[in-house]
């Protein structure tokens, strides 16, 4: 029993990355440079794949790769988003090391060509004549 204790001790920790940005408050805009930042963790040093997803946490589709064999050890990485990423506050980016994910909170992308959906009532006018 010891043996094994020990030995689980000293192999090397290898886990996934901690996601700093985005958090839930952060805003990115549509043509705009974002700025992704991570803890690393872990070593050796491994190539990430970064992907933007949307939706449910239980269903989230990738919409975007945002870079491929990015080194770990760097701690972010800048990307320009798309003009055809839709508004929506259901975004999260998912970081892969190693087949293992580590997703940030959920933010919101806003892109100013989408067309606003404006719904208000018009009073009621009464002429007098």
Not at 29 to 35: L, Y
Not at 54 to 80: A, F, H, N
Not at 99 to 124: G, V
């Amino acid at each position: 029993m010891y043996r094994l204790s020990i030995w689980l001790f000293l192999v090397p920790h290898i886990s996934c990355l901690y996601i700093t940005n985005p958090i839930s408050a952060t805003i990115w805009q549509v043509g705009g440079i974002s700025v992704l930042h991570w803890e690393p963790a872990g070593s050796p040093s491994a190539s990430l794949e970064i992907a933007l997803l949307k939706g449910d946490p239980e269903d989230l589709k990738v919409v975007e790769i945002i870079g491929s064999q990015v080194e770990s050890d760097l701690d972010g990485y800048s990307w320009v988003v798309p003009q055809d990423i839709d508004s929506g506050s259901d975004y999260v980016v998912g970081i892969s090391r190693d087949k293992e994910w580590s997703y940030s909170h959920y933010f919101t992308i806003i892109n100013s060509n989408d067309e606003l959906d404006y719904r208000f009532t018009l009073p009621a006018v009464n002429s007098v004549e």
